[in-house]
């Protein structure tokens, strides 16, 4: 079981959390005109890597805050993480 | 009673209590503290089992945790408990065990004729005999294997026993009581840092006691004893004898399980019978020891032969011997400290050390109490078939590839020690890449991986000095860079007898026109001819071979045949093990009850379940539970004899007719507030939110980005930043994830908050013509005409002095409304509800009446909108708005979304009007088409239209919208059934909604 650093509370058991995926994936704007492909590529395809992978996880039993969790995807290693609001462009 | 191998002056049991049980059937008697397998060995039995594929006779290997043969079933209070490891479980009054993997008995077993028919289980046997003709295995071959195969039988009845989960942290967690975890945990707890001492065995100490050996002064049992003594006396420590830790986990996480009950007759009052706990541990320790290798012989799985160190602790731990003319096969020190414990037993052993000339402080002991010694000498086979009778043994050449002089020697059991193997399995687990080590020919941890350091015979020291140096050291370190402190203790002085080294010599060679079976796994009886036949058959990969032969599978997982399975492999391959590597440890190290795994969690308790505030009404009232999600809900509320079918039926009418009352607590609620509030419901849902003036509902729609629907509710403008939105009872949780997901990472410029409201409302939806006239006198005050409460509106009232929130919104298709009250009055609520409408005929109505309601209405719930429709498919496409943009708007736009014929809602009317059709019944043009026959769609929900007293059901069928009037069939395979059907519309009740607005 992981142990995530959520930035509002502190270390907590991956029991706590949800997963959300891929933390890189940006929804295109609304009201934008977008293109099938691009539609498809954010609704549906996600890279797998192994290795390093900025991923959401949900604090839902703790502060219900979504949090970005740099981990790596095939030792588990948490290097870093960060608050919704960080690592945005 | 005489116990004929019992020793009277020696071991640790407790001779002033004896404790009967049965074995197959027959009473024996043993003394507490005894395992089973130290008191059937006490009462010379040596035969226990069968093995898993030629059902050759077992004995007992080993004295612990590695042993492969003695595997019992365990009855216990008319309960069955299978894979017990006889080395481990300790005895009890009453206990009853019996062999596994006989029939019908361990002394005559029929499978044993498989021992003759060896061609048909040569190395993966289960890909090859098997195989051909395919309509065998049905027949013959799979029941077969299910009688022959197996560690006994799990109990089909539900385990009444308690088992627990527990959370735990420390500092430092120490797996093993031995001299390395002792001395480490001593160290670290005097350092201050909070400490748990693992330990699977009963008594603490390891190998402290049995070796001979003297530490400050003391000796190893008098030393360990005082150290347990003392860190049982500190609070930052914990101390667990009967606790195994199986599993070594990410991110430091250790499961460790406790067997609490398992050595008593029951489990004792407010005690658990087992108990699993999860320990964070910032570092860990592991001095898990190390288990005694083989030595690979002809008929070397003959009961009698053992590992030499655990005949030693038979002796020293239990007082019992294992045989009384004993045969040492050795290739190290190990066996002579064996052999010298049945010297000073009165019992002359006889050694065959493999070694030419070794010379030690122990080989000198040995030869100086007169034991005989062969050197340059090995067992060549076992002889006898249900226990050792005797011995070939010969002489073997310097190059150890001959074999001469052949003598048959009368022995009773054959203690065999070909050194000894870490147990890197945690360390493993932990992703510590081990490293093979020349000088003890075995793999020993490398560089930790998580916080784990390994320590003791575990990393390959063998000697008492070098093992509490390391383990004194390695405490302090470890806890100072936890605690800082700097309290070092002082180390004792360590008085041990030196050993010379090993002989790499593992496998006896077979004489020539002999061909007998040479043992690896004695498990899964995977020999020496195995493993060659699977690598000419072109097997390489460590991990394939395991595969193929079994090698190392099972409930042992190969702990006393890993390393010789590899020195064979690497032996025919030229190779050296390190270039063959080892197959992974995964845990569990040792196994677990399925029982411990779950906990508390079984049953009712596998979930919590919620109630509303009005349950105990319910339950007073007959009400027939229904679980919906987490929450009870009342189905219908019986009178009389009435079934489902009769009570729902009336609870309908009864709406349609005068006014029914229904528990609506279970409905996800979600405030929603912010000046932004109603831009985001406005992207939240499909339609337009922007005008919903203050005081009014309106219902919505959210879909998931895929244009999939995920939900939908009412949502009510409470004050200008404030809604009140609903949810389905099984989405709620769903929908504020969903919600938040959203505000804090694709809009986090909204200015908007949501906060779960669920449990703070009961809600009461009061349905039917007569439901006006009940408000009016609910809420004398309040104006609750049509024209002071509309359709969709929203009002605050005094409910005899309780506030109260009253929407008018309506799931039956009746003039409806719904109040909440805060959960405290819900009950007060419900029952003035009740008590004011008995005047109206009012009736409480359940969840079976609410789908009757919805279903004849049309209006769509779970069912339909079940994670594969759209919008158009529960005919909702009115509320997808064209202007605007929404969550999952763009998917509406694909291609298989906007196919003319796309399936769409409809209403099911069985031609008879009198056969319910079964919920998941295919729709299709002809029932006797040609199998696969093409499904138009399926029904979906089903119930019995009260308002025209026939069955009805809604289905979501391709082209639904041309598809009205026609005639199809309902076909239901799973009930048999084919029902001639006509199509009609979904509304099939009030299709123009004229009630919910009278
Ligand atoms: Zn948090």
Redesign the interface.
Same mark, same amino acid.
């Given at each position: 079981m992981l142990y995530i650093f959520c930035p509002h509370c502190g270390s907590r058991s991956q029991n706590e959390f949800a997963y959300g995926g891929d933390a890189t994936v940006k929804r295109p704007e609304l009201n934008k005109e977008v293109s099938d492909q691009e539609w498809d590529n954010f609704v549906y395809l996600r890279k797998s890597p192994r290795g390093k992978h900025l991923e959401l996880w949900h604090h839902i039993s703790g502060c219900r805050q979504w949090i970005k969790v740099e981990r790596d995807t095939s030792t588990h290693e948490i290097f870093k993480t960060y608050k919704a609001d960080e690592l945005t462009e | 009673m005489s116990q004929d191998f019992r020793l009277d002056n020696i071991g640790m049991v407790n001779r002033d209590k004896k404790i009967s049980f049965t074995f197959n059937g027959k009473k024996y008697f043993g003394y507490e503290g005894d395992t089973i397998a130290s008191a059937l060995i006490a009462n010379g039995v040596h035969l226990v089992g069968r093995s898993f594929k030629y059902h050759r006779p077992r004995g007992f290997f080993g004295v612990g945790v590695d042993e492969p043969y003695a595997i019992l079933q365990l009855e216990r209070n008319n309960e069955r408990d299978p894979n017990i490891r006889a080395t481990e479980q300790e005895i009890f009054e009453g206990l009853e065990v019996k062999s596994v993997n006989c029939w019908p008995s361990v002394n005559f077993d029929i499978g044993a004729i498989n021992n003759f028919l060896k061609m048909f289980f040569p190395a993966g046997f289960y890909y090859k005999t098997f195989m051909w003709p395919p309509s065998f295995w049905y027949k013959i071959y799979e029941p077969f294997i299910r009688m022959a195969a197996g560690f006994g039988e799990a109990s089909i009845k539900h385990d009444k026993e308690r088992y627990e989960h527990k959370?735990e942290y420390c500092d430092l967690l120490i797996t093993g009581s031995g001299p390395s975890g002792l001395a480490s945990a001593y160290a670290a707890a005097k350092n201050g840092a909070r400490v748990i001492l693992a330990e699977d065995k009963p008594r603490y100490g390891g190998s402290l006691l049995t070796s001979d050996v003297n530490i400050g002064n003391q000796t190893g049992v008098e030393w360990s004893e005082k150290i347990i003594t003392e860190l049982k006396s500190m609070s930052n420590v914990i101390v667990k004898n009967r606790s195994q830790v199986f599993g070594y %986990? #990410?991110?430091?996480?250790l499961v460790m399980s406790e067997r609490i009950s398992d050595h008593l007759p029951q489990t004792q009052k407010y005690l658990p019978k087992q108990r699993l706990w999860?320990i964070?541990a910032k570092e860990v320790l592991i001095s898990s020891g190390s288990i005694e290798r083989p030595l690979v012989f002809g008929n070397n799985d003959t009961p009698g032969v053992m590992l030499s160190s655990a005949a030693k602790e038979y002796m020293k731990v239990y007082g019992v011997l294992v045989g009384k003319k004993p045969l040492i096969f050795t290739n190290n020190d190990s066996g002579y400290e064996t052999a010298i414990e049945f010297k000073k037993n009165g019992v002359n052993p006889l050694i065959l050390d493999t070694r030419k000339e070794p010379s030690s402080d122990i080989v000198t002991e040995a030869k100086n109490l007169g034991i005989e010694i062969k050197f340059s000498h090995v067992v060549v086979a076992a002889k006898g078939y249900k226990k050792v009778k005797s011995a070939d043994i010969a002489k073997i050449s310097d190059n150890k590839k001959d074999l001469s002089n052949i003598e048959n020697i009368e022995c009773d059991c054959i203690c065999v020690s070909g050194f000894w193997t870490p147990s890197i399995h945690l360390a493993s687990q932990s992703?510590n890449k081990s490293e093979f080590n020349e000088k003890i020919d075995a793999f020993i941890p490398k560089k930790s991986k998580q916080k784990e350091n390994t320590i003791g015979s575990a990393n390959g020291k063998f000697t008492l000095e070098e093992t509490i140096n390391e383990a004194f050291d390695k405490g302090y370190e470890v806890s100072n860079k936890i605690t800082e402190n700097n309290n070092k203790v002082s180390m004792p002085t360590v008085v041990e007898k030196k050993s010379s080294e090993h002989d790499k010599f593992w496998c006896v060679p077979l004489p020539k026109g002999k061909s007998y079976k040479r043992f690896l796994d004695f498990q899964n009886d995977v020999a020496v001819t195995d493993i060659e036949l699977a690598l000419r058959e072109g097997f390489r990969s460590i991990e394939h071979v395991k595969r193929y032969t079994t090698l190392g599978m099972a409930t042992d997982q190969g702990k006393t045949s890993n390393l010789n399975g590899l020195q064979l492999v690497s032996d025919i391959e030229n190779k050296v093990v390190p270039q063959v590597g080892h197959t992974t440890f995964r845990p569990p190290y040792t196994p677990v009850s399925i029982g411990a795994i779950v906990g508390r969690e079984v049953g009712k308790h596998s979930k919590p379940t919620r109630k509303s505030p009005m349950h105990e009404w319910h339950e007073k009232n007959n009400a027939v539970f229904v679980d919906a999600g987490v929450w009870l809900r009342p189905r219908y509320y019986k009178q009389g004899n009435e079934t489902l079918f009769e009570a729902s039926k009336r609870e309908a009418k009864n709406v349609r007719k005068n006014v029914g009352v229904c528990d609506v607590t279970t409905l996800g609620k979600i405030d929603v507030k912010g000046p932004d509030a109603a831009e985001f419901l406005n $992207?939240v849902y499909t339609n337009a939110w922007l005008k919903l003036p203050v005081g009014k509902a309106r219902y919505g729609v959210m879909l998931r980005? #895929?244009g999939i629907v995920m939900d939908d509710g009412t949502t009510t403008r409470i004050s200008e930043n404030h809604y009140h939105m609903t949810t389905t009872t099984a989405q709620a949780?769903n929908v504020l994830?969903h919600l938040? %997901?959203y505000l804090?990472?694709?809009w986090?410029g909204l200015n908007v908050n949501v906060v779960s409201t669920t449990e703070q409302w009961a809600g009461a939806a009061i349905a039917g013509p007569n439901s006006r006239a009940l408000l009016t006198k609910l809420f004398p005050n309040s104006d609750v005409s049509n024209e002071g409460l509309p359709f969709m509106g929203y009002k605050e009232g005094d409910l005899f002095g309780i506030p109260a929130k009253i929407y008018r919104i309506s799931f039956s298709g009746e003039l409806a409304y719904e109040v909440n009250v805060e959960s405290d009055h819900g009950n007060f609520m419900w029952e003035k509800i009740i008590e004011v409408g008995k005047e109206f005929q009012i009736q409480p109505y359940g969840t079976e009446a609410l789908s009757t309601l919805r279903i004849e209405m049309g209006h769509v719930a779970g069912s339909e909108l079940d994670g594969r429709t759209i919008p158009h498919d529960a005919s909702l496409e009115g509320l997808v708005s064209k202007k605007?943009?929404f969550i999952g708007k $763009?998917?509406l736009s $694909?291609s298989s979304f906007t196919k003319p014929d796309r399936e769409k809602i409809v209403g099911v009317v069985p031609l008879d009007k009198t056969t319910s059709i079964p919920e998941g019944s295919y729709i299709v043009k002809d029932p006797k088409a040609k199998l696969p026959n093409p499904k138009l769609g399926h029904v979906s929900a089903s119930c019995w239209s009260v308002e025209y007293d026939n069955p009805f059901s809604l289905a979501i069928i391709k082209d639904g919208k041309n598809m009205i009037g026609q005639k199809l069939f309902a076909m239901s395979p799973l009930k048999n059934k084919t029902i001639p059907v006509e199509i009609v519309s979904s509304h099939y009740v009030d299709p123009e909604g004229k009630r919910v607005r009278a």
């Open positions: - | 959370y %986990y #990410d991110h430091n996480m999860y964070r992703g $992207r980005e #895929d949780a994830s938040e %997901y804090q990472l694709v986090p605007k943009d $763009r998917s $694909r």
